[in-house]
């Protein structure tokens, strides 16, 4: 039965303009992806300045007198702990500045975790028997990677306007001990945007885990990144103490979009015991990282002033992009094929189309040359269980490109709901 | 009894001697650091130029285009794998250039292949029962130090002066599955300075482990850093391939030793098989590594002529100070008063003081300022069964310090070897 012809044989024109329409896009050959969260040149620009920050006349030395050059300091040079601290609103005894990648480190602190457990760990979590993790649903893909490639069984939590659904956290901690963490992305949340309220803060700094290693992994990686609009984010380390529970978070974080993607800091703030336990075993896998280039962070940011400067400029090379993909989105919206949140910041927009139709939108992109993050790819093992979740990452082409990509899109949109 | 008491109540001569010249030398109140290998300031002016070499108004992008402020490439820039390759003598598909430390890499590949395997594992090598792992005595204390902190059990092998004694390698391998690797400093070893000949290679090629999983983690860190002579190194990679055996060797090397030892580019060569699986479980851990500093060490080192300029001036700048712990060993050889094996390069001397009298010779330089590699370290588990070797880093001090350094060490092993 071809598509078009409706159940009596008859044809409908809504869906023959559809396809006519989406022929159309496809026959001009597209070659754009909105796959990745993946900062513009614009953006990068924006730190070119940091490459002249050291030069062959630079003094190479820390505040406290360690040349960068030379292996040493474990934790991060005591310059960059102090304003990568101050942005996550930590002590300097409650932060490591490591290496390139926050994602580098999640992983490593879970395979860690898994291998030799965390502090108040009786046990390795993996040593035998099943190990299970928390996902809010829709969420970031490189997280599930991550648990799936060790092994983590995940259970799906509904994200909803405020957070993960923490009536279900509750009680899912509580009742499981093979339960030993839960995935966070606080702020301008991936994909969906979402901000944690305040209540549901407190309430994963007070949860009642039966797993006494239990760990909260807090990737705020977009702490400072809105596009439209700030919104203030509770201190869960701070609130972790409050409750009693001091131990249980750890935050991963970096400038990965702030300065360069490809060459950042990234860092990790916890409890001053969780950095004294890290630390040591750290000293096992390192000697130290890169300190020259946190001194360059340090020497181009300054402090936090600087970092509040240099994201109003992201902030404004990304908000013409946002409002592209939001233009179209609404566009769906209004015909009924789909919905979206409006997000305030972070580098995503995530799409749900009507069910069972994001596999086929994405394939329909695809074939007229727009690529997209696989349907899917937003649910642990890549299954959305509605197949209706689509990331829209509008960060990195140009405005341009960003409107022939959401023509298609669209097109594809409008065509998968009416199929 | 007092020390300096013969059995006959008499006095020991000797040993007055030697304690009255220690404590004169003590009471100099020195606070000199021979423990790490860490490379001179002298030694890091070499690289000042390398500061230099992007700036703001640099060209970022790699050979092939690709622009290293962003994220991408998860194997490394196309030109450090031409470079590093040529360096290890591998082709462009049989490296990854990750991170800026090898050790770190080292550690993640134990950390990977315990928690999941290596290609051609049917299970984790971490997966219950034994893991055990040769080691070569003496070695390098961070190795053993990741396989104590991954609950890797050690077997001590013998290093002989072309190698690890290998019948006895030949024999714990093929015998005993858990046997899944064995850690390998093949050029200018630390401690000992020693270089694997021909023959040694070969058999590791050659080696028919009852795991069909075994791994040679080959530390050829040392790779061009004679300070004497240089000496040639069969190529493993090459003899793995000619005896059937091409993934079963891992070889791991940096540039910490070349430009910065804190802020070097680390690299891993491997077959092609080995390395295509281990990008695959990469790209679970990292998006990718800093780029903008591969492509600094590149254009700065610019070709293997360029990395052999810089070596030949590293060499120039340790030789007076391995000069000056040689002389110092060899009055200490002809007294009777222990043992060394000359390098020809690398960054140790390994001194083999009479049984029993190295942890005492390392708290008598303590006590007297000098800080020494622990007795023990060069040993798994920090255990030295005849307690007699101690590692000597001379790179660090400058001449002037190395040399009271030395008066300290060889008054201090003078008085140990009497007492």
Known sequence: MNNSTLPNGAQNPDLLEARKAYDALKAKGLKLNMARGKPSGEQLELSRPMLDILDSSSDTNTIDGLDCRNYGELSGIADAKKLFGAYLNVSEDEII???????????????????????????????????????????????????EFLGIEMINVPMNEDGPDMDMVEELVAKDETVKGIWCVPKFSNPLGVTYSNDTIRRLARLKPAAKDFRIFYDNAYAMHYVYNDVPLLDILEECKQAGNPDMVYIFSSTSKITFPGAGVAFFAASKANIAFTLKQLSKQAISWDKLNMLRHVRFLKDMDGV?????????????????????LDELKRLGAGDYQRPDGGYFVAYRAPKGCAKRIVALC??????????????????????????????????????????????????????
Chains 1, 2 share one sequence.
């Not at 040359?369 to 349907?375: E, K, P, R, S, Y």
């Open 308 to 328: 509040r400067a240099i994201m109003a400029r992201h902030a404004a090379i990304l908000k013409p992009r946002f409002d592209a993909v939001i233009a179209s």
């Open 97 to 147: 500045i490591a290496g390139s990648s926050s994602l580098t480190f999640m992983y490593d602190a879970m395979a860690r975790a898994m291998l030799t457990g965390v502090l108040g760990s009786e046990k390795p979590w993996g040593s035998g028997g099943k190990t299970k993790f928390i996902c809010p649903v829709p969420g970031y893909d490189r997280h599930f990677a991550i648990c």
């Open 366 to 419: 695809k074939e007229a040359g727009v690529v997209l993050t696989d349907a899917g790819a937003t649910h642990p093992y890549g299954k959305d269980p509605e197949d209706s979740y689509i990331r829209i990452a509008p960060s990195f082409p140009t405005i341009d490109d960003l409107r022939s990509a959401m023509e298609v899109f669209t097109a594809a949109a409008k065509l998968a709901a009416l199929e």
